[in-house]
């Protein structure tokens, strides 16, 4: 069965760009019709998405944050990554990717990673 | 930025059962867009509870159900039992500009 772990810095500084993998295994990334998700989670908070990337590159990202983000995948690695640049605390998150299931618009996420903290600080 | 309202909390005694409101609007749910429901227990990663609409995953157990109608949908817990207790969300698609995925602001069941 897949299973997705997220890796990457546990600290970043303000201003600077948070950097974050997700590793897939049991599957691979560029298989079947699926899109790749992350997902944020500010403590005592609710879920927010970030945005996604399917097989073929192609991605969609939050409004919110479109201008910050970029998503993007290493088929060789089996892993796709997370850059939001000019971070600031209220970036400050538990970070979730996630396989995003479904027919192109109205998906869900299963499975999901466990999650990473990132904290925004200097 | 969630667009799906919530109840903040809902308790209920073991045995009993319990709902969780989603409401949406003409963006979303009333768009006709589906919902989906997760769990997500304390300190871990949210897991998927209901997708479509109605549809339980393999190994959730069917006491829980939902339902979705216009712009609201419901999730029931029938049978609560301890291990319930944990926050869930609704999430859904919006077609608004500022839209995408969206999430429901989330409801605490507690487990009297």
């Known amino acids: 069965q897949v299973q997705l772990q997220e890796s990457g810095p546990g600290l970043v500084k303000p201003s600077q760009t948070l950097s974050l993998t997700c590793t897939v295994s049991?599957?691979?990334?560029?298989?079947?019709?699926?899109?790749w998700t992350w997902i944020r989670q500010p403590a005592g908070k609710g879920l927010e998405w970030i945005g996604r990337?399917?097989?073929?590159?192609?991605?969609n990202y939050n409004p919110s944050l479109k201008s910050r983000v970029t998503i993007s995948m290493d088929t060789s690695k089996n892993h796709f990554s997370l850059n939001l640049k000019s971070v600031t605390a209220a970036d400050t998150a538990v970070y979730y990717c996630?396989?995003?299931?479904?027919?192109?618009?109205?998906?869900?996420?299963?499975?999901w990673g466990q999650g990473t903290l990132v904290t925004v600080s200097s | 930025q969630a667009v799906l309202t919530q109840p903040p909390s809902v308790s209920g005694a073991p045995g009993q059962r319990v709902t969780i409101s989603c409401t949406g609007s003409?963006?979303?749910?009333?768009?006709?867009?589906?919902v989906h429901w997760y769990q997500q227990l304390p300190g871990t990663a949210p897991k998927l509870l209901i997708y479509?609409?109605?549809n339980r995953p393999s190994g959730v157990p069917d006491r829980f159900s939902a339902s979705k109608s216009g712009t609201s949908a419901s999730l029931a817990i029938t049978g609560l039992q301890a291990e319930d207790e944990a926050d869930y969300y609704c999430?859904?698609?919006?077609?608004?500009?500022?839209?995408?995925?969206?999430f429901g602001t989330g409801t605490k069941v507690t487990v009297l």
């Open positions: 996630a396989r995003d299931v479904g027919a192109g618009m109205e998906n869900w996420f299963f499975p």
């Open positions: 049991g599957g691979s990334i560029s298989s079947g019709s699926y899109y």
């Open positions: 990337i399917y097989t073929t590159g192609s991605t």
């Open positions: 999430q859904s698609y919006d077609i608004s500009l500022s839209g995408f995925y969206v």
């Open positions: 479509v609409n109605s």
């Open positions: 003409s963006s979303n749910l009333g768009a006709g867009y589906d």
